[in-house]
């Protein structure tokens, strides 16, 4: 092999052929990464269902594609198609192979980005009535991209390279025309270093935009500032007895106002445990229920079937008297049992009128304070993004987080961020917030900026229902407190009486057990 003709390498570099080829090496890649990446999106999903036939297809897809070599399927397109009628130009057969080869891999790769996002972050976005797709769309792809990009951009890499493996139909992409200019000149080292050189340009932009990509992606995702660690949730007595728990309705109010919320005959197993127990009760407009009680007595589930984040398996929840996820046959004038399930649409209407904020906060990392509290308002409402982002900054600022309209979830306290939880609630203009533990997750530090925006609420006459382990807190804002034990509530009164004269004797070992005065 003779030394390397610097004037010929240069020449070949910068010759019309091979930049043309260049050129088609680079477009080929791209459009086969585009249906590739199409592919993906469209089938992790099916993946990733329950129901058995669209996986079956999947895995059938998968099996073949990701188990049969590339130029296999290559020149299996462009030999087979043609004997069953199908014909289409090297271009296209070509592009068809890669981008078949390409979705299966693909495929995988959105899976695992769809696993990383937590179910947390989809029951935030039902919570608000968002559909499953406005689900996908705007709360789990753009989180799952942070684990797509750079595994996509090494395939893309890679399908740059494979291109290659089309000269054996023929088409003139950069390795081929390479194979050609050698072969028609005898120097091969000068033609094939031009080559490379081109592949590694190619190569070196791809990286280049992939990390620019991920660093803007990352910018949500790390903590730049100084946050309280959480602590956990204040450990209640475990109080619940092995024998009978007596039932009470909390269907007793204090108030003459309309009826807001209703549950009737309320239950639900959850693993064969019966996490809810026939449970009743009754909030009327502008009052505020608590609702105690030790670990696992159903208090969050209780919350989740009021909404229909979790299925109940009997009995009705009303909000001012329409049944929630489930649509009742009227008989003979009177109300018979649920006849059948609410459709998916129907369902997101409904919860569009019940607000929930999070124990955990549930925030949409990748959007901005603002952007969290006003994606609901203007893709569920259907406010302009103008007026959306207008109603987010006022609900914001009311809730004292004028200063962080920009600011993303990582970069804020624990108690500034349930508060933005607590602005997206109310920006959807809820009949009825729901608050699951909402400081158990917090310092004690911090737990009296949440606890004084609940009680700002209660005075402009909210209606709520709040799950806490704050005694005090409770006793201060509540009209009335559920004790609940077993899946039961077992007691229900004003907080004087359920703090001076419990009835139940679990109410009386639960408060205890927290330092609370009980007479």
Known sequence: ????????????????????????????ATVAQLIGIAIGIAVAPMALLRARLPRVI??????????????????????????VGVRLSVIATGLLALGLNEGARMTEIVRAGLLSVTNEQRE???????????????????????????????????????????????????????????????????????????????ISVVTFIQHRIEKRLARAFTDRSTLARPLAATPGADTSSAGSVTRVAATTAS????????????????????????????????EVLAVIGPSGSGKSTLLRCINHLVTPDAGTVRLKGEAIGVREAARNGTRAAPSRPLSEGELDR???????????????????????????????????PAAAQQLAEAKLSQLGLADKFNAYPLELSGGQRQRVAIARALA???????????????????????????????????TMVVVTHELAFARRIADRIIMMDAGRIVECAPPEQFFNHPQDPRTRAFVTALGARVT
């Open 1 to 28: 092999m003779g030394s390397l003709d610097q004037a010929l390498f240069l020449q070949v570099v910068a010759s019309p052929l091979l930049l043309k080829a260049m050129w088609i090496t680079i477009w080929m």
């Open 58 to 83: 999947t895995w059938l897809y998968l099996w073949i594609f990701r188990g049969t070599p590339l130029l296999v399927q290559i020149l299996f397109f462009y030999a087979v198609l043609p004997q």
């Open 124 to 202: 935030a976005g039902l919570s608000l009535g968002l559909t499953r797709f406005q689900v996908f769309r705007y709360v789990v792809l753009p989180q799952a991209l942070r684990v797509i990009v750079p595994p996509t951009g090494n395939n893309y890499s890679y399908m740059i390279k494979a291109t290659s493996l089309l000269s054996v139909i023929s088409i003139s992409e950069l390795l081929r025309t390479s194979q050609q200019l050698a072969q028609s000149t005898g120097r091969p080292l000068e033609i094939y270093a031009a080559a490379a050189i081109w592949y590694l340009g190619m």
């Open 255 to 286: 108030t003459a106002a309309p009826l807001v919320l209703e549950t009737s005959g309320l239950s639900k197993r959850l693993g064969g445990l019966l996490v809810l127990d026939d449970v009743d009760l009754k909030v009327h407009k502008g």
């Open 350 to 384: 409904q919860r569009r009128r019940i607000g929930m904020v999070f124990q955990r906060f549930n925030l949409f990392p990748h959007l901005s304070a603002s952007r969290n509290v006003s994606i609901g308002p203007e893709r569920i409402l259907g406010l302009t």
């Open 428 to 462: 959807m203009n809820p009949e009825v917030l729901l608050f699951d533990e909402p400081t158990s997750a917090l310092d004690p530090e911090i737990v009296s900026e949440v606890l004084d925006a609940i009680q700002a609420l209660a005075r402009d006459g909210m």
